[in-house]
């Protein structure tokens, strides 16, 4: 062979074994896969965010639009969550039945937390590119995080959409969702880091 096709050669069997980073990226490469992932994704949370239940004390409903983004954000990356909450978002402001409960449009209570819903997924994406969602506690922490972005936006936009003080904004749209979160984030810490091992599973017996 010749000394730069031999080279090249070595190249591409460097790409083609180069380890998933993100699950996505267990898939084929290309646009299909890159538009697919972003639309399901949003599809992900939009579906999961229509599971939501009202509560008498709080304009903020409970939903499992959360758990969605941790898991969209995990799977695709910090740049294919951050599109897909994007696209979420833009389809919801337009018209579109995409937030908790059927709810569109943006002048309402909670949408501030669906503006969190974009940080929480691209930290959550950063961890599982930087392999931080390997290991339980790590996913876990991570997870708590990422949940604690979503408030970090979401409860200042509470606050001032209905005119409440701290502690009214602390009792109607932090605390009575802290419990719902850290079983999401347990329910992510536990079924990411058997999707990876049973990826490295499959690839070792290939």
């Known amino acids: ?33 890159t538009v697919t992932a972003v639309v399901l994704g949003a599809v992900a949370v939009a579906v999961l965010g229509q599971v939501a239940v009202p509560l008498p004390f709080t304009p903020v409903p409970l939903s499992l639009g959360t758990l969605a983004v941790l898991g969209v954000g995990a ?16 389809a919801g402001v337009s018209g579109l039945p995409a937030f908790a409960g059927g709810t ?29 969602d390997r290991s339980v506690w790590r996913t876990f922490a991570g997870a708590a995080g990422a949940s604690a972005l979503v408030y970090a936006v979401g409860a200042p936009w509470l606050a001032v959409y209905a005119h409440l003080s701290l502690g009214e ?27 990876w091992a049973a990826q ?7």
């Open 104 to 132: 569109s449009g943006w002048a309402f209570a909670s949408f501030g937390y669906v503006l969190g819903y974009l940080p929480a997924a691209v930290l959550m994406g950063w961890l599982a590119r930087t392999g931080r």
């Open 75 to 90: 799977a695709l990356g910090p740049r294919l969550a951050a599109a897909s909450i994007g696209l979420l978002v833009v």
């Open 169 to 195: 904004t602390l009792a109607a749209g932090v605390l009575p969702f802290l419990a719902g979160d850290a079983v999401k984030a347990a329910v992510v810490a536990g079924v990411l880091p058997t999707l």
């Open 200 to 206: 490295r599973f499959v690839s070792a017996r290939r």
């Open 1 to 33: 062979m010749l000394p730069g096709l031999e080279q090249w050669s070595l190249v591409s069997q460097t790409i083609a074994v180069a380890p998933a980073r993100t699950l996505v990226e267990i898939l084929p490469a290309g646009r299909v896969r």
